[in-house]
């Protein structure tokens, strides 16, 4: 098991969606979410999901996290399959769900702990500590951590596994704008070093245009891919550069909200 | 400027705190009305003779002597300890009115008439005539009390950690439980009768049983009350069942436990009494039984005064291991 878990974790691997389609039952009715999706994330890249709010983006990620299987269609990982919940695919969401009851370093050390790996991380577990700026904190508890520290420490939780597929729900939708710029920085910064795959989603347009190499866009539920960019900026990511603002508008009015911000402008 | 006035009303403010605080006036009506206690009883003569008078005013003037020098003494003593004697100032001054007017109603007129009440020294000459026996029937009861009331919890939480965790389980357990939870301890005697080879095992399972179903119905309802993203991260980590139960389930579900165990302290304290019907031959219970049967009310009151004084203390020692494990609750530390 844990061999096994090596050999897949580490640096990113490509992920698959081939024909996805998923429902929900709701009091018998079927609640169609995802509508025949497919696309291919490659080994190492960073793409972000942009769509209405409650279209069935969240869904994908739970469904490329082993937590749920799709209702028709197949995902892969690498060449695997994926069954069920695996390290090497860690999902990290909009609230940072630490385990209120544990420190910060025993909230980090949770995966490695769960899979009996401790004595043989702990240089790893202060190393993502570390990483993410929380050295020091390591023995306060979640309720003393500000939002933005919460999570970091989510964030360190989820990079100690090493994963090669890193899966994000709007992780830093509920910050404030100052805390989430630093965290969207500093994602970007563990995302060059360790060159996992990365699949965001989220609501923020800029977020999407500074973090990936790939923004997808998803129509309303039940979601179809409607539309994707190709983020040609290599390392040079300004927030207020030219390119990023043309793309932005672009972006938006893909997600048909271009119209509205153009008559603002306007008046 | 303004912040200059400010200051100055604020050293007001704080002059008369001070001031405030120099005599413990609390404290002078207190130690007057635990005085005034010590004056009726040695004064007036009692309706009836009940022994220990002369004991219970002498200790009502002690603590009169002891609150009135505290009055300008408070100062002297260490900060923590004139902090709390400020806090229950309020409850000083009400014990000592309420033992004049106790006194007064049933020794000094009778308005409260023997045997169904009994003055405050009453309940001393029980403690200075049967001070002995009541020891035995603490150590008695502590026996029964301990092996009965940690059995229950120890069940209790590992059926309610059962029913929390698995959904078959709840299925069928949690109706059960429903049925056996308003079932009263005497009910049982019967049953435990036949199944129990001796009857101070039967005790036992009374006492287990009543604190058991608080515990395993407030586990069952911590565990399932559980946030299910905190599975979920586990999972997708690599968390298998084990993990699962024992850092998540166990730790998550505490706060609720807590509530079942304080429930099960209390319910534990309330079943004595009937837990020892069964035969027992010594037990505060036995002994509230004995002497109630006897009409000697006095004694009655007085076994349950140390009831509740113990009961207490337990209740304070298990705030004590709650403040310990639930430290990582918002609200205990900083």
């Known amino acids: ?267 | 400027m303004s912040s200059a006035v400010a200051d100055v009303e604020t050293g007001a403010a704080l002059s008369v705190a001070r001031r405030a605080e120099a005599f413990w006036n609390t404290g002078l009506l207190a130690g007057l009305a635990w005085l005034a206690t010590a004056l009726v009883t040695y004064v007036l003569p009692d309706v009836v003779p009940w022994g220990s008078t002369m004991l219970f005013a002498v200790l009502c003037a002690a603590v009169a002597l002891a609150l009135l020098a505290l009055v300008p003494g408070i100062r002297l003593l260490p900060q923590r300890i004139a902090a709390k004697l400020r806090h229950y100032g309020p409850w000083l001054l009400a014990l000592g009115l309420w033992l004049l007017f106790w006194e007064f109603t049933t020794a000094k007129t009778g308005w409260l008439p023997k045997p169904f009440f009994s003055p405050p020294q009453g309940l001393i000459q029980v403690y200075v005539a049967d001070g002995q026996r009541l020891l035995i029937c603490i150590a008695y009861t502590a026996r029964l009390w301990l092996l009965g009331f940690f059995s229950g919890i120890a069940v209790g939480y590992v059926i309610g950690l059962a029913l929390g965790w698995s959904r078959s389980f709840a299925y069928w357990g949690m109706p059960l439980l429903k049925l056996i939870g308003p079932v009263p301890a005497s009910a049982w005697i019967p049953v435990t009768f036949y199944f129990f080879p001796s009857t101070f095992q039967a005790s036992i399972f009374i006492v287990a049983l009543s604190c058991g179903i608080p515990v395993a119905i407030l586990t069952a309802s911590g565990v399932g009350a559980i946030n299910k993203a905190y599975y979920e991260v586990a999972r997708t980590m690599g968390a298998g069942t084990s993990y699962l139960i024992r850092h998540i389930a166990i730790p998550a579900s505490l706060p609720h436990v807590f509530v079942g165990l304080f429930m099960g302290l209390y319910y534990s304290f309330a079943v004595l009494v009937v837990a020892e019907m069964l035969g027992a031959k010594y037990g505060l219970g036995w002994y509230i039984q004995f002497q109630t049967a006897y009409s000697a009310y006095a004694n009655v009151y007085a076994t349950l005064v140390i009831m509740a004084l113990i009961c207490a203390g337990l209740v304070k020692a298990l705030f004590t291991v709650r403040g310990r494990l639930l430290r990582w609750q918002q609200g205990f530390i900083a």
């Open chain 1, 1 to 267: 098991m844990t061999a096994g878990a090596h050999t897949e974790t580490g640096r990113g691997v490509a992920v698959d969606v081939q024909s996805v389609s998923h429902a929900y039952s709701i009091e018998g009715a079927p609640l169609p979410v995802l509508d025949n999706i497919s696309l291919r994330v490659e080994p190492g890249e960073f793409v972000s999901c942009l769509g209405p709010s409650g279209c069935g983006k969240s869904t994908l990620l739970r469904l490329l996290a082993g937590l749920e299987t799709p209702s028709r269609g197949s995902l892969l990982s690498g060449s695997a399959r994926i069954t069920g919940p695996h390290p090497s695919r860690i999902l990290a969401f909009q609230d940072a769900t630490l385990f209120p009851w544990a420190t910060v370093w025993q909230n980090v050390a949770a995966g490695p702990t769960a899979r009996n790996e401790l004595r043989g991380s702990r240089q790893r577990i202060d190393e993502a500590i570390a990483q993410v700026g929380l050295s020091g904190f390591e023995r306060a508890y979640p309720h003393q951590l500000s939002g933005g520290m919460a999570q970091r420490a989510a964030l360190a939780r989820a990079l100690v596994n090493d994963p090669s597929v890193l899966l994000l729900d709007e992780p830093f939708g509920k910050l404030d704008s100052f805390t989430r710029m630093a965290l969207q920085d500093d994602l970007r910064a563990l995302w060059e070093e360790k060159r996992f795959t990365g699949i965001l989603v989220t609501h923020d347009v800029e977020e999407a245009i500074l973090l990936s190499e790939r923004v997808l866009v998803f129509s309303d539920r039940p979601a179809r891919l409607l539309r994707e960019f190709r983020i040609d900026l290599g390392n040079d990511r300004e927030r207020t550069s030219r390119k990023v603002v043309k793309l932005r508008g672009e972006i938006l009015s893909a997600l048909n909200l271009g119209h509205r911000g153009k008559k603002r402008e306007a008046a």
